[in-house]
C-alpha cells in the first residue's frame, strides 16, 4: 500500500462503515463528510462532520481520523472506534 493512497482507503473504509449504520457519506477527496440524513427526526445539535485522516505528530506520525475542527477521533486502523465515536456526536434516531 502507498502512503499517499493509506488516507483515502482509510476514509473509505470509515465511510463504509458508517454507511451501513445509516448515515449519508460523500467522498470529498482527502475529506470524508458525514451527514444525518434523519435530521429532522433527531434533535442532534450537528448534522453533518467532514472527517480527515492524517498523521497525528504526538503518536509518532501514525495515522488518525479528525474531526472538521481538529479533534482527534481514533486512530485510522481503529474504524470501529472512530464510527462509535462519530455516532456519539452525530446521532442518528433511535429505530
Known amino acids: 500500500m502507498n502512503a499517499l493512497d493509506l488516507p483515502e482507503?482509510?476514509?473509505?473504509?470509515?465511510?463504509?462503515?458508517?454507511?451501513?449504520?445509516?448515515?449519508?457519506?460523500?467522498?470529498?477527496?482527502?475529506?470524508?463528510?458525514?451527514s444525518n440524513?434523519?435530521?429532522?427526526?433527531?434533535c442532534a445539535q450537528r448534522l453533518s462532520d467532514t472527517v480527515t485522516c492524517r498523521a497525528r505528530q504526538d503518536d509518532g506520525g501514525r495515522w488518525w481520523y479528525f474531526t472538521s475542527w481538529g479533534e482527534p477521533i481514533a486512530p485510522?486502523?481503529?474504524v470501529t472506534d472512530a464510527a462509535v465515536s462519530i455516532q456519539g456526536y452525530l446521532p442518528l434516531p433511535k429505530r
Open 9 to 34: 482507503r482509510r476514509l473509505a473504509a470509515l465511510g463504509t462503515h458508517l454507511s451501513a449504520r445509516g448515515y449519508r457519506i460523500d467522498f470529498l477527496g482527502t475529506r470524508l463528510k458525514v
Open 37 to 42: 440524513v434523519h435530521d429532522s427526526e433527531c
Open 76 to 78: 485510522a486502523d481503529r
